[in-house]
């Protein structure tokens, strides 16, 4: 048994701060917003809130470009809003886990505003500049310094006429890539981090920290099956380990806190390193394996996906499987980067909407880790109805569905139903909390389009209701507190062929947990194993149990021997 660890109990709620509750009626959600809702999130039974970057920001990237890391963004509120939050989540027994984004700033950032000016500024090399390639012109078609393509299109190098330099940009070329090789710059971050733990935030979530250290010499690459050569050619640099290990011995050790690396790029194997359970790194990590499941060969995330339980499947049945006994594992469908799971993986019709929620509920909080919960999957909330690329804010599905036309990857006439399954604004409708106007999110106009199933997708409703989503996942929560099976036992995947059931069983010396997901609209046979038979139902999504063999449309069942 791996020594225990709170957070590995833990349940985390992610909330987006822009998009979750507006107090002050101008259309953005803000800090005050949260702190009113605090209660709903204790109520749930999460233990920890992910917040989403609340820091001063130009907002390119909606707050994941910062130019002041001790500062709150004015429309988020002001740093006593914060501090308000803080004192009344603990108050609440919730701990707050910060959102820290060190792979690149803001270019609006003091460092970066210092570091064009010149060649010798003091703080140049906080960032990563080149010279054009040699015998060419800066600025000219193909004078990059190297090929990587941006996550959000196009090169990863923006020329800089007043010092004849590119500097790096795996993001926006307003988000300007941070030179990790620069003692300074750990100095800067280790400090900058180590003042929010004492102001007595309980831990971080570390925006691509798997990109920060890069390969020497930055040279070409192959652009990766995502399209995203940066995340082939970057991911777990040379020093990356070393990097991570000296924040956890500057900063990490010193405090008892939740850090989980969001890490495009990273395999299973490497995983082990980067959440190892000496604890010299990260507690765990988000893998990105298993939201490939649903891409088309050639094309990556933005074209026409369509899902594919075997892929699913196969992806989460490794990291299960690859990390017991070396590292702990991160469990989630879906954030603000991400379609909503029940859109993606589940059925959003009006029959089937709640209940392969539940079942999607239950096939994840049921395997070994920590699950993570996105604000408003606990209602079954959904992807949105686009009704013109117009109504897209987000930086990302713009650029790459743009880039894939031109590269004719897809035909103009899909790049609306490609949104429509693929943007991240899909997660960032705005929290849908009653049927009044704007469904109670704001009072003036929301600064993104909200989902018109508010009406009767909401959280009041879930809440008064018995058989909701919300109540169920409160129920699915509730299961893990008490149980060392759910949380430690040792996971194995059963019926792999199977192209319509997920179905795992949970180990802990004698006790025993099968679970079993229907991801179709059709009844499916389903033999309970011989050693579960006679157990008894610990949970299931329909109201009368199951004890016929087989799975009706979407129908999650967990039997338990405990
Ligand atoms: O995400 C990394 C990233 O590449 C995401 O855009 C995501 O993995 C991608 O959508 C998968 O297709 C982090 C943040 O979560 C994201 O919101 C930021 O835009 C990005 O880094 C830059 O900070
Ligand atoms: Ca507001």
Redesign the pocket.
């Known amino acids: 048994m791996e020594e225990k660890k709170w957070w590995q109990k833990s349940v985390v709620y992610q909330i987006y701060p822009r998009s979750y509750s507006d107090s002050n009626g101008d259309g953005i959600g803000d800090l005050k917003g949260i702190t009113a809702r605090l209660p709903y999130i204790a109520e749930l039974g999460a233990d920890v809130i992910w917040l989403?970057p609340v820091y001063a920001s130009p907002n390119d990237?909606?707050g994941?470009?910062i130019s002041d890391y001790r500062a709150i963004m004015p429309e988020f509120g002001t740093m006593e809003d914060f501090d308000e939050l803080l004192k009344r989540a603990h108050e609440l027994g919730l701990k707050i886990m910060m959102d820290l984004?060190v792979?690149?700033t803001s270019d609006e950032h003091n460092w970066f505003k210092e570091a064009k000016k010149s060649k010798d500024n003091p703080y140049r090399d906080y960032y990563i500049w080149r010279d054009p390639r040699p015998g060419m012109k800066g600025g000219e078609p193909g004078a990059e310094p190297n090929n990587w393509g941006s996550?959000f299109g196009g090169s990863v190098w923006k020329y800089d006429e007043t010092t004849g330099q590119y500097f790096m940009h795996l993001?926006s070329p307003r988000?300007p890539d941070l030179n990790w090789d620069n003692p300074k710059v750990r100095d800067e971050v280790f400090d900058m981090m180590t003042w929010w733990l004492k102001k007595g935030v309980d831990g971080f979530r570390m925006?691509?920290i798997s990109l920060i250290s890069k390969p020497a010499g930055l040279p070409d690459g192959v652009p990766g099956e995502?399209g995203?050569a940066s995340w082939a050619d970057c991911a777990t640099g040379p020093h990356l380990h070393e990097y991570l290990r000296e924040m956890n011995d500057r900063v990490l050790s010193k405090f008892d806190v939740i850090t989980v690396g969001?890490c495009?790029g990273v395999s299973m194997e490497e995983a082990r390193n980067y959440a190892n359970l000496e604890g010299s790194e990260l507690n765990m990590i988000f893998q990105?394996d298993h939201?490939g499941c649903d891409y088309a060969d050639g094309v990556g995330?933005y074209g026409l996906t369509v899902m594919n339980l075997q892929n699913l499947k196969e992806a989460m049945n490794k990291w299960e499987t690859g990390l017991e006994g070396y590292a702990w594992n991160s469990l989630y469908w879906n954030?603000?980067?991400?379609p909503r799971c029940v859109s993606r993986f589940g059925n959003d019709s009006k029959e089937y909407r709640e209940l392969s929620a539940k079942m999607l509920g239950t096939c994840l909080h049921l395997m070994k880790g920590t699950p993570y919960v996105y604000q408003g999957e606990e209602i079954g909330m959904t992807n949105c109805p686009w009704n013109s690329l117009d109504e897209i804010n987000d930086?990302?599905s713009s650029n790459n569905v743009r880039q894939n036309i031109e590269k004719g990857i897809i035909r103009k006439e899909d790049a609306l139903e490609v949104m429509r399954r693929q943007s991240?604004d899909n997660a960032r409708t705005p929290m849908q909390w009653d049927d009044s106007e704007n469904a109670g999110f704001t009072t003036g106009k929301p600064w993104l389009r909200i989902n018109p199933d508010y009406v009767t997708v909401n959280a009041k409703d879930a809440v008064a209701r018995e058989d909701s989503v919300y109540n169920y996942y409160k129920k699915l929560i509730a299961l893990r507190k008490k149980s060392d099976l759910i949380v430690y036992g040792k996971f194995e995947l059963l019926y792999p062929d199977s192209k319509e059931v997920f179905a795992y069983t949970r180990t802990l010396d004698d006790k025993k947990l099968f679970v079993a997901c229907n991801f179709t609209d059709h009844d499916v046979d389903i033999a309970v194993p011989d050693e579960c038979k006679n157990g008894s139902l610990l949970i299931g999504n329909y109201p009368d149990g199951n004890a016929s063999g087989k799975l009706r449309p979407y129908e999650a069942v967990a039997i338990s021997l405990d």
């Open positions: 989403s990237d909606n994941y470009d984004v792979n690149h996550c993001f988000q925006d691509v995502t995203y969001e495009p990105f939201m995330r954030n603000h980067d991400q930086i990302e991240r």
